[in-house]
């Protein structure tokens, strides 16, 4: 392995114990340039494109109380060409990031703090917070975008070389009302990102569109009846479907600056059907199901008279004692997220429910290209018991209810796990499934590449890394024609 140190951030972090501080969240402050990697197994040669993985390192010591998704944005690239693999990681030098490091020390307040502690106002609907876009990342207009949770600016990367782009020009226009959320897709038919926005202000969210040549094209509000907590959106060929679930901020302590969150389980989860904006502007339309919280999405689609939604139902969105900073809280076995389909009738405005698996998983991926249409297979995330770390990926067949699994290995961790499908691939599981894994035995991370039809049969090649890399949220996979031809080329 050939590993170049091209950068390095000083941390002024106070030593301890801190569980997303230490362990598989231990931080990263060495950005690297590696190649010829040692590679257990052959790298497939129809894969080429990038997987890249957004996580939280924390650089400076917290004003008050450190929450794991506080951390600064590291991004990490694995890029595929040709049979070889090439790592760089680095820092998401966002204007948070660099106020701090102007400062030398932290600035602003964590998620479980007052706002009244961050020192400037910061970002997000809950403001006070640094836009560290550390939370997802996609790629579209042949850029990587990254995102954070409770809206901030979206900035873009080169994603084969990871160096920074600035804030998208259309920022500015979306910013007033906080800019994106986490978790935008983008059409694999027309190229168009699809996002959202939400505030403590009217009309409280926003829906808009922006095109494959990265413009604003579309932007429009879609009232809410006060302040919500929104975190993820999906799509079909005509409509956006956005909503408005029971668990978000109590409205009569928000006046007083307290941002406690309470689940009213006395009231429906509502999905707003936005048009998109080829579509007949027919208005917002609303409909109800059972009380739930959706964290994260699988996929839509149309059929017939009914939208399709498939995502993850949360049992118990609110877990009896609240929330803790221990990471117990924030396991899925707390909040029981399990495999849901939703149809929601355009023609009556009835929804139907149902469970399609009783297991716990989350944090799930699709072959993006059937994003907003009709498909068969998931791979999703399996939760290590009461914590915020996943021992494995299971493959699920929609069709027929079957599912194979890979589990990573004890003390192996690993994260969310796209499917990047070759690039030559005509059927919907052609392809591999990649997960960054960090081993805690060997204090290493690797790539695992996974044959997506049969996961079970454990990785078809294994790749090291020049450092164990700290567990964090997002991934996705792009295929190397969905990046700018000229910076690809221009690495070998």
């Not at 006395?266 to 739930?292: H, I, K, L, M, Y």
Request: charged content about 20%; aromatic content about 12%; overall charge negative.
């Amino acid at each position: 392995m050939r590993a170049d140190t091209v950068g390095q951030v000083k941390p002024t972090l106070h030593p301890g114990d801190h569980p997303y501080m230490t362990g598989a969240f231990a931080p990263n402050y060495t950005e690297y340039n590696a190649t010829e990697l040692e590679v257990i197994g052959e790298i497939p040669r129809r894969l080429n494109g990038v997987y890249l993985r957004n996580t939280q390192n924390p650089v400076h010591q917290p004003l008050g109380t450190y929450h794991v998704f506080d951390g600064d944005g590291m991004l990490h690239m694995l890029s595929f060409q040709n049979g070889k693999a090439e790592y760089r990681n680095r820092f998401l030098r966002t204007k948070g990031f660099m106020e701090e490091q102007a400062a030398g020390h932290a600035l602003y307040a964590g998620l479980i703090d007052k706002p009244s502690l961050a020192q400037r106002p910061g970002w997000g609907a809950r403001g006070g917070l640094k836009d560290t876009s550390a939370t997802d990342v996609i790629v579209h207009a042949g850029a990587a975008l990254t995102t954070f949770y409770q809206c901030g600016e979206p900035y873009r990367f080169d994603a084969r070389t990871l160096d920074p782009l600035g804030v998208a020009d259309w920022g500015e226009h979306v910013l007033p009302d906080n800019g994106i959320s986490a978790h935008p897709k983008v059409c694999p038919r027309t190229g168009d990102l699809l996002f959202f926005n939400y505030s403590k202000t009217a009309p409280y969210m926003h829906y808009g569109e922006v095109d494959r040549n990265n413009q604003l094209v579309h932007y429009v509000p879609v009232p809410l009846p006060g302040p919500r907590l929104p975190h993820d959106m999906v799509f079909t060929e005509h409509f956006a479907i956005l909503n408005d679930f029971p668990l978000h901020w109590d409205e009569a302590l928000l006046p007083q600056g307290k941002h406690k969150l309470i689940y009213r389980e006395d009231q429906p989860a509502r999905f707003a059907v936005v048009p998109r904006r080829n579509a007949p502007q027919t208005g917002v339309r609303w409909f109800e199901a059972s009380p739930t919280y959706v964290l994260h999405w699988l996929n839509a689609w149309e059929e017939g008279d009914e939208l399709v939604l498939h995502g993850y139902h949360q049992k118990t969105p609110m877990p009896k004692l609240g929330y803790d900073n221990t990471g117990n809280t924030l396991g899925p076995d707390r909040y029981g997220p399990t495999l849901y389909e939703w149809r929601l009738n355009l023609a009556t405005g009835a929804v139907k429910e149902r469970r399609l698996d009783e297991r716990h998983l989350e944090f799930g991926m699709i072959n993006c290209r059937h994003w907003g249409r009709p498909y068969r297979y998931s791979y999703n995330m399996i939760a290590h018991p009461s914590s915020f770390l996943f021992d494995g990926v299971m493959r699920y067949d929609h069709t027929t209810g079957a599912s194979a699994q890979y589990l990573f290995g004890d003390g192996r961790f690993g994260s969310e796990s796209p499917m990047a499908p070759c690039f030559d691939a005509t059927e919907e599981d052609d392809g591999y499934v990649v997960s960054f894994v960090s081993d805690m035995n060997t204090d290493r991370s690797e790539c695992v590449v996974l044959n997506a039809r049969n996961l079970a049969a454990g990785p078809v090649a294994r790749i090291m890394l020049p450092h164990r890399i700290s567990s964090g949220t997002h991934s996705c996979w792009a295929d190397a024609s969905e990046i700018d031809e000229s910076k690809w080329a221009g690495l070998a």
